[in-house]
Nanobody
C-alpha cells in the first residue's frame, strides 16, 4: 500500500491546517495508523495514532491541539492541527505503526512566529 500525505503549508502561529493521507489500498491492512513528523536534524517521531476501532493516542507535544481521524471507506487518514506553534514545523508523514509501508515524501508544515 502506498501512502501519500498532503495538506501542509506555511501558516502563522495559532493557525490551523488539516493533513490528509491517501492510501492506494485498504488501510485495514494497518490495524493502527499514525502520523509522524521529522524536524530538521531530529529523528522521526510518532505524534498521533488511531486504531481500526478508533482508539487514539497523542504525544504530549500535540495533545489537546491535534486530532487524528480515519475514513476507512475512503482509505484516508487525517490530522487536524489547531493552535499551531513554530515548534510544530516539520515534515509530516503517515504510516502504519506495527506494520509499515515504504515511507512517502511527506508534507512540509512550516509555522511562522
Amino acid at each position: 500500500v502506498q501512502l501519500q500525505a498532503s495538506g501542509g503549508g506555511l501558516v502563522q502561529a495559532g493557525g490551523s491546517l488539516r493533513l490528509s493521507c491517501a492510501a492506494s489500498g485498504s488501510i485495514f491492512s494497518f490495524n493502527v495508523m499514525g502520523w509522524y513528523r521529522q524536524a530538521p536534524g531530529k529523528q522521526r517521531d510518532v505524534i498521533a495514532t488511531i486504531s481500526s476501532r478508533g482508539n487514539t493516542y497523542y504525544a504530549d507535544p500535540v495533545k489537546g491541539r491535534f486530532t487524528i481521524s480515519r475514513d476507512n471507506a475512503k482509505n484516508t487518514l487525517y490530522l487536524q492541527m489547531n493552535s499551531l506553534k513554530p515548534e510544530d514545523t516539520a515534515v509530516y508523514y503517515c504510516n502504519g505503526i506495527a506494520t509499515r509501508s515504504p515511507w512517502g515524501q511527506g508534507t512540509q508544515v512550516t509555522v511562522s512566529s
